[in-house]
C-alpha cells in the first residue's frame, strides 16, 4: 500500500512539474536588458528578423516581446514603419526620477532607523566596489553596483510596499543612468559615501536629505548630458553583439 504525504492527501490529483520560462519572456528579458545596458540604442530602428537572428529565436516571439515592450514604454511601434526604441522626453526623466526621490529618501531615513552591523558593512562594501569599477572604466559594474546599493537601502527601511514600488522603477532608473554612469561617477560614489555614513549614524532627516539630493544631480546631470548630445538617433548599420 502506498502511503501518501501530508500535501498529496490534501491535494488528490495535483502534480507539480518544472516548467522552462516560455521563450517570449526570455527574448522580452533580453531586449529589455539590451535597451537598458545600451546595445540596443535610443531611436534605433528595430527588425524583427535582425533582433530573431541575434538572438537565436524566431520572429514569433520577437514580435511578440516586442509588442510588450511597446505597452510598458521601452519601444515605440510606428505604423509603416516599424519599431523603434523609446527615446525619453525630458518630463519623462523628470517624473520618474521625482518618484524615485520620493521612495528612496523615506527608504534612507528608515534604513537609518533599522540598520544592523550586517547592513551597514554591505552598504560600504558596496561603495567601495562601485568606486572601484568606475577608476577601472567598468560602467556595467558601476551601473549594477549603484542598482545594488539602492536596492539594499530600500531593503533596509522594513517597508514592503516601498521595496515593491521601488522595484517597479529600478529598470527604468538603470536605463537613464548608465550613460550617466562615467559621468557623475566619482561624485555620486563620494555622495553614496555620505549616505551611508548618515545612515550608520542613525541621523534620518540627513539620510533622506542626502538621498534627496543625490537624486537631484542625477536629475540635473541627465539633462545636462542630453543637451550636450546630438538629437540624431545612432546609425542604424550599427550591429549589437550577439548574446548566447
Known amino acids: 500500500m502506498t502511503t501518501l504525504s501530508t500535501d498529496q492527501a490534501e491535494a488528490p490529483g495535483v502534480r507539480h512539474v518544472k516548467r522552462p520560462q516560455p521563450l517570449r519572456e526570455s527574448v522580452y528579458e533580453a531586449l529589455t536588458e539590451m535597451i537598458i545596458d545600451g546595445t540596443l540604442e535610443r531611436g534605433r530602428h528595430l527588425v524583427e528578423v535582425e533582433l530573431a537572428g541575434i538572438l537565436g529565436v524566431s520572429r514569433q516571439p520577437v514580435r511578440e516581446a516586442l509588442q510588450r515592450l511597446n505597452n510598458e514604454g521601452w519601444v515605440d511601434l510606428r505604423p509603416g514603419f516599424g ?19 520620493a521612495l528612496e ?8 532607523r533599522h540598520a544592523t552591523k550586517e547592513d551597514l558593512a554591505k552598504l560600504r ?17 558601476a551601473v549594477r553596483t549603484n542598482a545594488e546599493l539602492h536596492s539594499l537601502i530600500t531593503q533596509m527601511s522594513g517597508n514592503r510596499f516601498l521595496v515593491d514600488f521601488a522595484g517597479q522603477v529600478d529598470r527604468r532608473v538603470r536605463w537613464y543612468y548608465t550613460p550617466l554612469a562615467p ?9 553614496h559615501t555620505r549616505l551611508v555614513k ?14 534627496r539630493e543625490h537624486t537631484e544631480h542625477t536629475r540635473k546631470a541627465y539633462h545636462d548630458l542630453q543637451s550636450t548630445e546630438p538629437s540624431e538617433p545612432a546609425p542604424a548599420e550599427k550591429k549589437p553583439t550577439r548574446r548566447r
Open 183 to 191: 559621468v557623475r561617477g566619482a561624485a555620486s560614489w563620494r555622495e
Open 198 to 211: 548618515a545612515i550608520s549614524d542613525g541621523d534620518e532627516d540627513k539620510a533622506a536629505q542626502i538621498m
Open 83 to 101: 519599431a523603434m526604441v523609446h527615446v525619453p522626453a525630458e518630463d519623462e526623466v523628470d517624473q520618474l526620477l521625482a518618484a524615485r526621490a
Open 105 to 112: 529618501s523615506e527608504s534612507a531615513r528608515l534604513a537609518a
Open 125 to 141: 562594501d558596496l561603495c567601495k566596489v562601485g568606486a572601484a569599477h568606475h577608476e577601472a572604466g567598468d560602467t556595467d559594474g
